[in-house]
């Protein structure tokens, strides 16, 4: 199949999926909302479908508002696009700026050019640094706790596990954070191996290969983002080895790919990044209006695993 038809499969596939699994529900709107001209730049469209996800949830927030407007722009995983994404948001009057950024380090800059012109700055999916009206993301910590719990339960709270992190960028930290803290209530699981992937699946691919070859005991791999994930379990066939892997995201890729190997692919700790795009704008709308929003919305991940797939039918 032609590769960008798949794209588009994958994207609408998506949309429809986490239209149905997202847990946030915002209010329809009355009025004039001309006045909301919202710049968005997100960490990468094209590669992630959690972010085509994000984009549609903004878009459908906005669309409940009348006259809002929204330009939604592919960070393209670079901070300096990024950067130059944000300064022409602001030299083009928009009144209202959204970023879910590659690097979390590095905004400090872009928020306070934002706040120097008077407009509101929030942050996606990650805490960037600066001091942003309002950060929006799951609560990852908690994510990682979770995937520790089933990680427990799944192994009779006996056995080795590894870790595929990326702790340079801040949401997968956290995630990476939570495990660690998680496996400390589990005396009986072991943390053998831990190594970045800096988001690259094809050196996710690489280390897993090289975990399960020094250590062929590791019973469980946990994978903070998707494509590790997914990298993990085609090492994991390729080597016939009994290991399972537990990721992060619950895009359609993995709904698909636990109904396709459940005895490797056991379990993902899901989000809302529907739900995430629609609570920016609705929060974004009452800061306009003179309302006091909370400076942090921490959405609950849950667990996807195969029961929940049969029992929501996906």
Not at 53 to 75: F, H, N, R, W
Request: hydrophobic residues 40%; charged residues 25%; aromatic residues 8%.
């Amino acid at each position: 199949m032609n590769r960008s038809i798949m794209k588009v499969i994958v994207v609408l596939v998506a949309i429809c999926l986490f239209g149905g699994l997202a847990v946030y529900r915002g209010d329809s709107a009355e009025g004039d909302y001309s006045d909301i001209k919202i710049g968005v730049t997100l960490l990468s469209i094209a590669e992630m479908p959690f972010f085509q996800i994000v984009q549609s949830g903004i878009e459908a927030g906005a669309a409940k508002y009348p006259g809002m407007k929204v330009t939604v722009l592919d960070g393209q995983a670079d901070s300096s696009v990024q950067f130059d994404q944000v300064q022409n948001f602001i030299a083009q009057g928009y009144t209202a700026i959204f970023d879910a950024p590659v690097d979390a380090n590095s905004t400090t800059t872009t928020v306070d050019l934002a706040k120097k012109e008077g407009i509101p700055f929030f942050f996606l999916n990650t805490h960037g640094k600066g001091d942003a009206d309002c950060v929006i993301a799951t609560d990852d910590i908690l994510g990682g706790n979770l995937a520790a719990d089933y990680a427990n339960k799944h192994l009779n709270g006996k056995g080795n596990v590894a870790l595929l992190c990326w702790p340079e960028l801040g949401n997968t930290n956290n995630r990476g954070i939570g495990f660690e803290e998680g496996l400390k209530k589990y005396p009986g699981l072991k943390l053998v191996d831990k190594q970045s992937y800096l988001g690259d699946a094809n050196k996710a691919a690489s280390l897993a290969e090289d975990m399960l070859t020094k250590n062929p005991d590791i019973d469980l791999i946990f994978c903070v983002g998707e494509p590790s994930a997914l990298a993990a379990v085609e090492v994991i066939k390729a080597m016939g080895s009994d290991c399972v892997v537990i990721g992060y995201d619950g895009n359609p890729e993995a709904i698909v790919g636990i109904k396709e190997s459940p005895k490797i692919w056991i379990a993902d700790i899901a989000q809302d990044p529907k739900g995430q795009g629609e609570m920016a704008v609705d929060l974004l709308v009452k800061l306009k209006k003179g309302e006091k929003i909370e400076k942090e919305k921490l959405v609950q991940p849950y667990i996807l695993d195969l029961e929940y797939i049969k029992s929501k039918n996906l």
